[in-house]
């Protein structure tokens, strides 16, 4: 590795910070214009001026915004992520445990659905123009064309309804073996990899073509080289940018766009939380959970780039 | 004896956008035999490459070969099966391409990718197949011979990619090596070595080759017959000094005549010579300007001339000499970092954008690429229109008018006004192109590399057309061209220009040009003669080539 891929990765992880503050001020008030004053619905019908004076200066409400914001982002800063207003619990306590369940369900939607896009968009791209590149070009536009909740809906009325085969809930505490956990994960899964491997094959055919039609790709041809090699050798290497970019974008999907699907299947998630927290005017709780979900855009999203940097011959 | 190569009553046929079959190869039918080299010359679109490329069995998509034979040492590629001609491929025929820049596979190494057809072909152990390469490194006089091959196509220069892709082509000990204008993307002083680095090896081998070029004085140099292609039909075939010095076919003898040299005749008499646009010490460049006041990359050096009404100067240098960039700078598309323009006793604002409408209209310039510089979705007609209402508040009857004499100076047919530019041939798009500029009524026409892109014959008639307009218009150009021979059949004057420095301006009509400079004397006896002896004749001061040829 040498200095100028340093820099250069250097500069994108900087750049990385600097969006992360500009996306915590944004979420930071984006939150405070929900409607409504915590003070009062927390107390609900107790909510006499009085009470909700107090409330007010114990919460920190009736100091100026911009405090609240440096109070609020140091205490993430050190990992403080302040208390439910709810419950009363911390938030880091109610988080973690569906945040692992979140990294659960993303970790196997992954599994299964990366390599099944790539091998069909890699596929598709060397038998352009055929039967085959026909149908799965009609299939991920078929499938990028219904909403989620229509897939999922349809799998519980196929599987959970009429072939009984699968529970319609997905209650992750409830995996003791190998065949509870494809019992309870098939059906979310299934339903997310539907979503997110329309665009990553889309992609991957789309950038694996643009390198078969490069002279180099042609030189490979008369050198002797077999179809196989051609794409191995020559086209994906060239093409990893655009595809581990696409990757990404998906990927990133499956932690903060999995709303549906979580609460389709009544999965305990980090998603679900927020929809709760929404509910219940939780400020905290529902920072928190778009601080967890950009975090994780920005992670997938800067290691597309590291790898697209690292993957560029030019600067070797 | 049996030839190496027989092709008989070849036919291709290709499938247009519009999914209408053309034959574009009319049943061509010729012999290589053992160790010869044979040319295959003509103007885009005669099918010479496509008929080189059916030597392997390949066709381009969208081609199919639809008839005839091309027997190789007795198979017929055009009938094997797909994993036949690849077993083929590499070991009995190769093939150099074009851009040996976009041939590479930019993310792998030199090494590699040469030794890829040992590999592929399973000929022989890794660490034999690296020792050859680095021998045929060596053959082709290539620097550093034994580390060349671990950097990146990147990092080496055209020249030597050129070369590297012949190292490629020869590792696996082919009968026939097919070249595909291996010399076009290259500067002329680079040629000079690729060719003879070529040469040598393909005597030393005894490998038979078939060249395929548009250039006839560089296939003079290596080939033993040429085939002359024109719509895909074989126009004459020969020994190569036949060909040059009894060429029967009219086609033949009209690409031999763009070869004469045309003295530009006698300049024109101007009655007072007043400068029409004089430059002093330009200097422009890219990127951000640094302390000292000079950009980051600096591609004009204070560079200074006059063009004096009514004559033309030419400006020649090869590729990144910053000749391009000086033509952006007196028009203004690139601002000035430093100097003056003098236009018509007027100084200029660096910026197009701060120049008076008339001022713009008085210099115009043509782009190189007529297929990128006229707007594909806009008919003949509504691409001259536009000058003519920008510059002159032009419409209706009138304009159409000047619509139709501006056609008629380029000498196009009235009919093309209501076409796109995708349904003009190459010649014709770039006859739009400067009837756009004169739409303005220029003074001053700058022409960069306007006829590079275009085959011989056409940019001949380019050439007389301009000349002809000057008569008639009183123009004057500034006329960019790597090829020397192209300037001197239009120039009053001559500008080296050599890493973004003037080194010589030249009068070509004074009786007998000597370029006194020795970069220019490099420049001018580096262009290839149709003297078939005239390479290896050729000497060149090995410090003069070392210290000008870098690249």
Not at chain 1, 62 to 79: H, K, N, Q, S
Not at chain 1, 112 to 125: C, D, E, H, K, M
Request: glycine share 8%; with cysteine; charged share 20%.
């Amino acid at each position: 590795m040498n200095h100028r891929i340093l820099s250069l990765v250097m500069s994108r992880l900087l750049i990385a910070v600097i969006t992360l503050v500009i996306v915590s001020f944004a979420v930071f008030f984006a939150t405070m214009m929900l409607p409504g004053d915590t003070a009062t619905i927390l107390l609900g019908q107790a909510a006499t001026p009085e009470a909700v004076a107090g409330l007010r200066t114990a919460m920190h409400l009736d100091e100026p915004a911009i405090i609240r914001f440096m109070r609020w982002f140091g205490g993430l800063v050190t990992g403080d992520l302040g208390t439910s207003y709810a419950n009363d619990m911390p938030i880091a306590d109610l988080i973690a445990g569906r945040f692992i369940n979140t990294l659960k369900l993303a970790g196997v939607t992954a599994l299964f659905s990366v390599p099944i896009a790539l091998t069909l968009g890699i596929t598709a791209a060397m038998m352009r123009g055929s039967l085959y590149d026909r149908v799965v070009t009609i299939l991920t536009i078929g499938v990028i064309s219904v909403p989620e909740f229509m897939v999922a809906t349809s799998a519980v009325l196929l599987f959970a309804v009429y072939l009984k085969w699968l529970p319609a809930l997905s209650i992750a505490n409830e995996v003791h073996s190998i065949t509870d956990l494809l019992r309870v994960y098939a059906m979310p899964v299934i339903t997310l990899t539907f979503v997110v491997s329309a665009q990553m094959i889309r992609m991957t055919r789309a950038a694996v073509v643009e390198t078969l039609n490069t002279p180099y790709v042609e030189m490979a041809l008369l050198k002797g080289a077999s179809p196989q090699r051609i794409v191995l050798k020559h086209a994906l290497p060239n093409a990893l940018g655009p595809i581990v970019n696409a990757v990404a974008l998906s990927l990133s999907y499956l932690l903060g766009g999995v709303i549906i699907v979580e609460t389709i299947f009544n999965y305990p998630g980090i998603a679900k939380l927020m929809v709760d927290a929404v509910a219940t005017r939780d400020l905290p709780l529902i920072q928190s959970c778009a601080m967890i979900f950009c975090v994780g855009y920005l992670i997938l999203i800067t290691l597309a780039d590291i790898l697209a940097i690292l993957s560029n011959p030019r600067l070797r | 004896m049996t030839n190496l190569v027989e092709i008989r009553d070849l036919k291709v046929e290709a499938k247009t956008d519009s999914g209408r079959i053309v034959e574009i190869i009319k049943g061509v039918s010729f012999d290589v035999a053992e160790g010869e080299i044979v040319a295959l010359i003509g103007e885009s679109g005669s099918g010479k490459t496509t008929v080189a490329l059916t030597l392997m069995g390949h066709a381009r998509p969208g081609c199919r070969i639809s008839g005839g034979s091309v027997k190789l040492a007795g198979k017929d590629m055009a009938r094997l099966s797909e994993k036949a001609r690849a077993r083929v491929r590499g070991t009995e025929v190769s093939y150099v391409p074009q851009s040996a820049a976009a041939a590479f596979n930019p993310a792998a190494t030199i090494m590699e990718q040469v030794i890829e057809i040992t590999r592929i072909h399973d000929l022989m152990p890794a660490a034999e197949a690296k020792s050859r390469a680095v021998e045929l490194f060596r053959a082709l006089s290539l620097p550093e011979p034994d580390t060349i091959g671990d950097r990146y196509p990147h990092q080496v220069s055209g020249g030597q990619l050129q070369r590297l892709s012949a190292a490629m082509a020869l590792i696996g000990d082919p009968k026939i090596v097919i070249f595909d204008e291996p010399t076009t993307a290259l500067d002329v002083t680079t040629q000079i070595e690729v060719l003879r680095a070529f040469k040598a090896v393909m005597r030393k081998g005894g490998i038979a080759g078939v060249y395929v070029s548009h250039d006839l004085a560089v296939v003079a140099q290596i080939a033993d017959r040429i085939i002359v292609l024109k719509g895909g039909e074989v126009q004459e075939a020969g020994r190569t000094g036949q060909i040059l010095s009894n060429a029967k076919h009219p086609y033949t003898r009209e690409l031999l005549a763009a070869f004469e040299p045309k003295a530009r005749g006698a300049a024109p008499v101007v009655s007072e010579a007043r400068p029409i646009l004089a430059i002093e010490n330009i200097v422009a460049g890219y990127g951000a300007v640094q302390r000292n006041g000079l950009p980051l990359v600096c591609a004009v050096r204070s560079v200074s001339l006059t063009v004096e009404k009514g004559r033309n100067l030419g400006i020649i240098g090869e590729s990144g000499c910053g000749k391009s960039t000086l033509a952006r700078t007196i028009a203004g598309i690139l601002p000035t970092s430093g100097g003056r323009v003098i236009f018509d006793g007027q100084e200029l604002a660096p910026s197009a954008s701060k120049r008076t409408h008339e001022q713009l209209r008085e210099m115009q310039i043509v782009f190189q690429y007529a297929d990128t510089a006229l707007n594909p979705a806009k008919s003949i007609e509504d691409i001259l229109a536009r000058p003519l209402t920008f510059y002159h508040g032009m419409n209706g009857p009138a304009r159409d008018k000047r619509i139709a004499a501006l056609l008629d100076m380029v000498q196009l047919p009235g009919s093309v006004r209501h076409r796109r530019p995708a349904e003009l041939s190459g010649g014709q798009k770039q006859r739009v192109n400067f009837a756009r500029a004169l739409a303005a009524d220029p003074k001053l026409i700058l022409c960069d590399e306007i006829t590079s892109a275009l085959d011989t014959v056409v940019a001949a008639a380019v050439i007389e057309l301009l000349k002809e307009l000057q008569r008639e218009l009183g123009l004057s150009y500034i006329f960019i061209s790597h090829d020397i021979s192209v300037v001197e059949a239009i120039c009053d004057e001559i500008v080296v220009m050599y890493a973004g420095e003037k080194v010589e301006q030249l009068m070509p009509s004074a009786t007998g040009k000597r370029p006194q400079h020795p970069y220019s004397q490099l420049l001018f006896s580096s262009v290839p003669k149709l003297d078939p002896h005239w390479l290896d004749g050729l000497e060149r001061d090995p410090e003069l080539v070392r210290a000008y040829c870098q690249r």
